[in-house]
């Protein structure tokens, strides 16, 4: 893992993209000390992806910069060795676990692909390392072996946290990735990524609309409206306190035990 | 979300390739052992002639099947049957040819239009749509002027006519492929574009890949067939099935029809037997990607 | 061994399920759908039965593999070919699995299913209007004219306010949320007297969630339809629910009142399920979750409860043979050990 000498891991500054005459992201600041995690709510159009595919280099900014452990990366890469480098500051696990993988590789395969991507170590070394990760994600030796079509969402996605992990980020993006598990297994893959990141101090982004998964995994929380902050501050007080009216309909609309759905005052502009 | 399906283990190629081709029904069998015949004869036609398919002796003109000569002699004298087997090779490698040069080059303008999107993309698609409007036959036709008849001008000719068609169906499947969530977490660890391309994308559009070339070398036997008849593609005295339709046409009004049904039934058999077997692949292909 | 392909019934006949109101308008007895997948036989729903009353919000909750869709579908007629159906369903008395031609379509007009994709379910190259008002006009006979009046006045109660123009639109020019409220207006044209909802918020963002699940709430109370609300999510079944069943593998395993759900569940998996979400209000160090994942009906072991293998409580009997269904302070356990967990599952969820 990369070495920030304190600075923060990661930092986004004066970010801003726009789509031809749609300005989707505007604005957007904010700083991950290490070690810490973040969380970007919004409703759907806010950004929140925009912002994570801006970070991992899938989109380029149209202003403003991005620096991972203490690395401009606000310009899209000049070489693979670039982009590989890059890919060992921040990765990311994406929404839907059936897309995620290819659907003709194993999960040993996959790990073992970007092991090969990121170090020139033997094959007995990676098998090793191979093994290790898909213990820290839970697989079993079975799973590990199958292809996608036989194993669960949530096996899959512990595939590519697995994968995530090989390259040893010091951020991992996640982009909604829980929202599409079963309850059960949401609770299972959310202890799992607790568990991860106190063992290896990874920092995590968390892109989510589900406020109560915010609540157990982040530290900060970031709140976005129609690309723009309108709140930002510990997860705990935007959570209990929100300030802003954005925030307030987001909290007043998650469901939990006692909610009544009301039809809101503000008509929906669509 | 869906319940998870049980567990199958790897298992080895053969076996998938087996199982994919029993999965396509009793015509798709029924198809897959024809082609399998069809490619045994294209290798060794020639070996198993019982009679040398180029000997003329005129006095057997036209002669019906006797004892020995199951289909009979052609309108120079020579054993029908032993001209359809050398004519096999001809008839089926030509075309083999052609499918080879046309996905090749179609696989590789595909992927990287798909792959590369933007200006790549209009500049690719312009120049295919281009070579979209020259049908196979014109460029033979044109191949042939310039460069003299025969079977090689005649198969690059038919490989340029048919690179658009690989390369449009290609790119939409390589586009999609290209747009799912594996090849962004790729391209986020920093792994290379070839790379990425040859080791998941292409592969994961194989099926659609294979399927494209039986189908296509259907089409590929009928035109270098059709050219051949129009003496643009193998010449006489080479046995080649749409040479025998064109050279004993002229027994069908005088009451010998045998020889030339016979070459025409070779590659009707074929060419039906290739596209079915092509369809039920791509049938299958696009149920996989559900 | 049990076979599989013939499940013994238990109908369910409980007599705390009807309502002095009368006979239920939806009553699930015994229903059990085997599908045929890769050749074999294959059951995804087991012997399920509930009840809704005229006018009552019933909610559906499962993960995957529970069934609660596939329940559903076989109320809505909606089944996949080849697949046995066993059990009764009887809507206003009748057999559903019996109609046929003019009382099929009467049928349908009486029950009406909101999909969880709007977009999958409308023809984009047709307009709005024409896809609501058409079941008006085809089945009902009414004249064009009154119909798109009806439409329009719909529309404004789902809070779309220029129903002329919206009716002139295509879908591809709507967002999610606003075809949803359309999909919601257009179930409601042909007066159904039962609404049918496959998870019809899962799609949309949390604020618009809340939007048409307000809508729904209200329009259903006002025309005192009746409501199988399907969905992943407990709070949210309950939030607009009088009962809800959690089903389970393709079973039922508890029909309780929905504002008992949290406070007084009747089986562990209920409690389990609640206490797996995390809490909005605080951190807790490690979420409750139940080891290992939910089961469909054909992948559960034979011969004993479903959940036992994952179950913090299970006890020899609970392998030993299915359990039936218990009745208990006016709702439904399929728990062998209910009456013995009585009151201690909250406290175990809440540790």
């Known amino acids: 893992m990369a070495n920030t000498n304190g600075a923060p891991v990661l930092e986004a500054t004066g970010l801003r993209k726009e789509f031809g005459d749609l300005v989707v992201v505007d604005d957007i600041s904010f700083r991950l000390p290490l070690g810490r995690s973040l969380a970007i709510v919004g409703e759907s159009g806010a950004g929140k992806t925009t912002i994570a595919r801006m970070i991992v280099g899938l989109e380029p900014p149209t202003r403003g910069t991005i620096i991972a452990c203490g690395h401009d990366r606000s310009r899209p890469a000049r070489s693979t060795r670039d982009r590989r480098r890059r890919g060992r500051e921040v990765q990311i696990v994406f929404q839907d676990p059936y897309t995620s993988l290819d659907p003709r590789q194993t999960a040993e395969g996959t790990i073992d692909e970007v092991l090969r991507l990121h170090h020139g170590w033997p094959a007995s070394r990676r098998r090793a390392r191979t093994a290790e990760l898909a213990d820290l994600v839970g697989l079993d030796t079975r799973q590990s072996r199958a292809l996608p079509r036989s194993l669960s969402g949530g096996q899959r996605q512990r595939v590519a946290i697995a994968r995530a992990l090989a390259a040893e980020p010091a951020v991992l993006i996640l982009d909604e990735s829980v929202a599409s598990l079963d309850v059960s297994i949401q609770a299972q893959v959310l202890n799992l990524l607790a568990d991860i990141r106190d063992e290896t101090h990874v920092s995590y982004v968390l892109i989510s609309h589900d406020l109560a998964v915010v609540r157990q995994l982040t530290d900060e929380t970031l709140v976005l409206h129609c690309g723009k902050v309108v709140e930002r501050g510990p997860t705990a007080r935007v959570l209990d306190d929100p300030q802003h009216p954005c925030t307030q309909r987001l909290r007043a609309s998650a469901p939990r035990p006692g909610w009544k759905p009301r039809r809101q005052a503000l008509p929906t502009a669509e | 979300m869906s319940a998870a399906v049980p567990l199958s283990g790897p298992v080895s190629r053969r076996h998938r390739v087996w199982a994919m081709v029993r999965a396509t029904g009793p015509a798709g069998i029924a198809s897959a052992i024809i082609v399998a015949v069809a490619a045994f004869l294209a290798l060794f036609g020639p070996l198993l002639a019982p009679y040398p398919p180029n000997l003329p002796n005129l006095s057997l003109s036209w002669v019906g099947p006797t004892g020995g000569h199951l289909l009979g002699y052609d309108f120079e004298g020579r054993d029908v049957l032993s001209r359809l087997l050398a004519g096999a090779q001809t008839a089926m490698l030509g075309p083999l040819a052609v499918v080879t040069v046309s996905m090749t080059a179609g696989t590789l303008f595909a992927v990287i239009a798909a792959w590369r999107r933007g200006a790549s993309d209009v500049v690719i698609s312009s120049g295919l749509d281009i070579l979209f409007a020259f049908p196979g036959i014109l460029l033979a036709v044109l191949a042939a002027a310039v460069f003299g008849a025969g079977l090689i001008a005649a198969a690059i000719a038919l490989s340029i006519a048919y690179l658009p068609y690989v390369a449009r169906v290609l790119r939409g499947a390589a586009l999609r492929e290209r747009s799912q969530p594996y090849v962004a977490a790729l391209e986020v660890q920093g792994a290379s574009a070839r790379s990425i391309c040859l080791r998941h994308l292409i592969p994961n559009i194989a099926p659609l890949i294979v399927a494209q070339a039986t189908i296509l070398f259907g089409y590929a036997i009928v035109d270098l067939a059709a050219i051949s008849f129009l003496g643009l593609g193998v010449q006489p005295p080479t046995a080649n099935w749409g040479v025998m339709i064109s050279e004993n046409q002229s027994g069908i009004v005088q009451g010998y029809p045998l020889p030339a049904l016979a070459a025409g039934v070779c590659i009707v058999v074929v060419v039906i037997a290739v596209n079915v077997l092509g369809e039920r692949l791509i049938e299958q292909a696009q149920a996989a990607h559900e | ?351």
């Open chain 3, 1 to 351: 061994m049990n076979d599989p392909g013939r499940i013994q019934p238990t109908a369910c006949t409980l007599e705390s399920t009807r309502t002095a109101a009368g006979a239920p308008l939806l009553e699930v007895a015994g229903l059990t759908v085997l599908l045929e997948v890769d050749g074999a036989k294959r059951a995804v729903l087991r012997d399920v039965s509930l009840t809704v009353q005229q006018g009552e919000a019933v909610g559906l909750v499962g993960e995957s593999g529970s069934g609660k869709s596939m329940t559903a579908r076989a109320i809505d007629r909606l089944l996949p070919r080849g697949a046995e159906v066993q059990g009764s369903i009887r809507f206003g008395g009748a057999d559903v699995n019996a109609l046929a031609g003019a009382d099929l379509r009467r049928y349908r007009n009486q029950v009406a299913m909101i999909f969880q994709d709007p977009r999958a379910h409308t023809n984009p190259v047709r307009r709005v209007g024409d896809f609501m008002t058409e079941a008006l006009r085809t089945n009902l006979g009414v004249p064009a004219a009154e119909a798109r009046r009806r439409a329009v006045d719909m529309l404004s109660q789902v809070g779309i306010e220029d129903g002329d123009r919206r009716l002139r639109q295509y879908p591809h020019q709507m967002s999610g949320g606003m075809l949803q409220r359309i999909m919601i207006a257009a179930a409601l044209l042909t007066e159904p007297r039962l609404l049918l909802a496959d998870e019809p918020t899962t799609a949309l963002d949390v604020t618009t969630q809340a939007e048409v699940m307000a809508i729904l709430d209200g329009l259903r109370r006002d025309f005192g339809l009746a409501m199988l609300f399907i969905t992943h999510d407990l709070e949210l079944a309950a939030a607009i629910c009088d009962r809800t069943v959690v089903m389970y593998a393709g079973q039922v395993v508890e029909v309780r009142a929905s504002t008992l759900l949290h406070t007084d569940p009747l089986h562990p998996y209920t409690a389990a399920l609640a206490a797996a979400r995390p809490d909005i209000g605080q951190t807790a160090h490690r979420l409750r979750a139940i080891p290992g994942r939910p089961l469909s009906a054909f992948e559960a072991p034979p011969g004993e409860c479903a959940f036992a293998p994952r179950c913090a409580h299970a006890g020899d009997i609970c392998r030993t043979a299915v359990p039936a269904l218990i009745e208990l302070d006016g709702g439904i356990s399929r728990c062998a050990l209910a009456r013995e967990l009585r009151g201690k599952l909250q406290e175990a969820a809440s540790g």
